[in-house]
């Protein structure tokens, strides 16, 4: 019988099939399959329900897909798992501000303190301010 892989290999593997699961939900939406992309999205994060990843991943295609509400929904899911994610609060940041949410400045100010290190950190906090950055 064969021994367990050590955690570096499994984290390799499920890298590659977390980047597989990823690229097929993009394939399908690009072409046009965007019901059967959203359930393969949401089978994958019922079997990881702690992957990060693909949780930004769908609340980025909830983004691009002008679905604020939802898309802020899944980032306060995220934010609670992961919160000093600064990606997460800033697209949190911009899905508020779409759907006129008063919080859009406190996410934007939070995302632009953690993102410090970040050489791009100036364009996140726009966002509440009315800038308009896209999710990063």
Not at 7 to 14: C, G, P
Not at 67 to 84: C, R, Y
Not at 100 to 106: I, N
């Amino acid at each position: 019988m064969e021994s367990p892989p050590d955690s570096h290999i499994q984290k390799v593997y499920a890298f590659t099939w977390q980047s597989s699961a990823i690229k097929t939900v993009n394939a399908l939406r690009a072409a046009g399959k965007q019901e059967q992309a959203a359930a393969r999205l949401a089978q994958w994060l019922q079997q990881h329900p702690d992957d990060l990843r693909a949780q930004l991943f769908k609340a980025e295609t909830l983004l691009a897909d002008k679905q604020f509400q939802a898309a802020a929904e899944q980032l306060e899911s995220t934010l609670k798992q992961h919160p000093k994610n600064a990606v997460a609060l800033n697209n949190l940041a911009l899905a508020y501000q779409q759907t006129k949410d008063p919080r859009a400045q406190q996410a934007a100010e939070e995302a632009y303190k953690l993102a410090d290190p970040l050489p791009h950190r100036d364009g996140l906090l726009q966002i509440g301010t009315g800038g308009g950055c896209a999710p990063v």
